[in-house]
Each structure stands twice: as structure tokens, then as C-alpha cells.
């Protein structure tokens, strides 16, 4: 069955320090979102992406974190200085358009330290 | 506001019971309704959607309503096992461009044996 994969799975870093996350979906998925986790609470949506481009960054914080998606295929996510409130599960979801359901990857957990 | 909100907030049963997950939304214009199963550590996975005109649909021991009247859900998990353990949450799409996701906080299941 297809998966999304994300990579890597876990991440320690320090503080003002650059991270990247990236994400694979599965084969054909025009939509493509990342989103941020923070334990006890839901996902909260960071971007989403329509193909290669951009339609949803109002919840990203652009001073510090940016993603694209050049190809409209896989996705990189960058985080760039690393605070410790960043420290949370960042997660990858695609799905064959907006109004369908979304298949979400593993996550990638992130530590600040 | 568009907002969702889940009950109870965690839970404890017995394994073999049954139990019911409740969600309450005010999402407005509304496209569908999704409830997701959330492993600690792990990406969720969808268990069913439902749109306005679906008042009941089940995926296997999960049985989910919908009364788009009220603007209520329920996810009742019939004969629970241990690997029910896990969070729940209730997630209403919004018939915008984007179909914007607005996700619950989620209820925290616990199974016994």
C-alpha cells in the first residue's frame, strides 16, 4: 500500500541552528501539507501546496521557516534559526485534491535544545 | 468562530467495552467530517468521512454519526482492544477554495486489559 514518507524520523538540534525535514507523498497526490504538532493538541497547519505551488501560508512564520515543493512532487520544510519552542511533530499529509482525504506520513520529531 | 470541540477530553475503559466519542462543531459553510485514529508518535489515520447528506458510516468496530442539524458527531468503537488505545479527533473540512481543515484537540483513549 502507498505511503507517505517523511525523513528524518527524529531530530535533536540546538537552538539558532538550521533543520530540514522532507516529505515524499504518495504517487499522483496534487495536495501536499505540512503541519506542525504539538503534544496534547491537534495539527495545525503550517502550508499547503497545489501542485508546486503555495495556496495556504497563513499560519507559517516566514522570518524563520520556509517550504517548497519545486517539482510538484516531494517537499522540503526548513527551519532556519531553530528556536526551543519549535520543538514539536512535524507532519506530512497529501491527498489527490483539497476536498479529499488526506493520508498523513510518520512525522518527524523535533527537539530544540 | 469556526471551531470543534471533542469530549471527553481522555478516557479509560475496560477492555471488551464499548464507548462513544463525542464532537461538536460550528464550521460554517461545511463540507465534511472526518474522524482520525492517532498512535502516540505516529502520523493519523483516517477512519471515515462523511458529508452532509451521510448520516452514519462505519469502518469495521468504528461506527460514526453525524446530525448536520445539531452540528454533532459521535464515533462509537464497539468490543474495544488494547489497540484501540489512542487519540481521536474529529476533523470538519469547510467548503472554502482551499477546503480548509479546522481539527479538534482529540480525545485520549486508554483500553485496560
Known amino acids: 500500500e502507498a505511503e507517505v514518507a517523511q525523513s528524518p524520523r527524529y531530530k535533536i538540534t540546538e537552538k539558532s541552528q538550521a533543520v530540514a525535514f522532507w516529505c515524499d507523498p504518495i504517487?499522483?497526490?496534487?495536495?501536499l501539507y505540512w503541519y506542525r504538532q504539538i503534544l496534547g493538541q491537534g495539527p495545525e497547519l503550517l502550508v499547503q501546496?497545489?501542485?508546486?505551488?503555495?495556496?495556504?501560508d497563513s499560519q507559517l512564520p516566514k522570518d524563520r521557516f520556509s517550504a517548497e515543493r519545486l517539482k510538484g512532487v516531494d517537499s522540503t520544510l526548513k527551519i532556519q534559526p531553530a528556536e526551543l519552542g519549535d520543538s514539536a511533530m512535524y507532519l506530512c499529509?497529501?491527498?489527490?485534491?483539497?476536498?479529499?482525504?488526506?493520508?498523513f506520513g510518520p512525522g518527524t520529531r523535533l527537539t530544540v535544545l | 468562530k469556526n471551531q470543534v470541540e471533542q469530549s471527553p477530553q481522555s478516557l479509560i475503559i475496560l477492555e471488551g467495552k464499548n464507548c462513544t466519542l463525542q464532537?461538536?462543531?460550528?464550521?460554517?459553510?461545511?463540507?465534511?467530517l472526518r474522524w482520525y485514529k492517532q498512535d502516540t508518535g505516529r502520523g493519523p489515520v483516517s477512519l471515515t468521512i462523511?458529508?452532509?447528506s451521510e448520516n452514519t458510516k462505519s469502518n469495521g468496530r468504528y461506527t460514526a454519526t453525524l446530525d448536520a442539524d445539531t452540528k454533532q458527531s459521535s464515533l462509537h468503537i464497539t468490543a474495544s482492544q488494547l489497540s484501540d488505545s489512542a487519540s481521536y479527533i474529529c476533523?470538519?473540512?469547510?467548503?472554502?477554495?482551499?477546503?480548509?481543515?479546522?481539527w479538534g484537540a482529540g480525545t485520549k483513549l486508554i483500553i485496560k486489559p
Open positions: 499529509a497529501s491527498s489527490l485534491g483539497p476536498s479529499k482525504g488526506q493520508f
Open positions: 504517487s499522483g497526490h496534487a495536495t
Open positions: 501546496f497545489q501542485d508546486e505551488s503555495v495556496v495556504d
Open positions: 464532537c461538536n462543531y460550528t464550521v460554517s459553510p461545511f463540507s465534511n
Open positions: 462523511m458529508t452532509f
Open positions: 476533523v470538519v473540512s469547510r467548503m472554502d477554495s482551499n477546503y480548509q481543515l479546522i
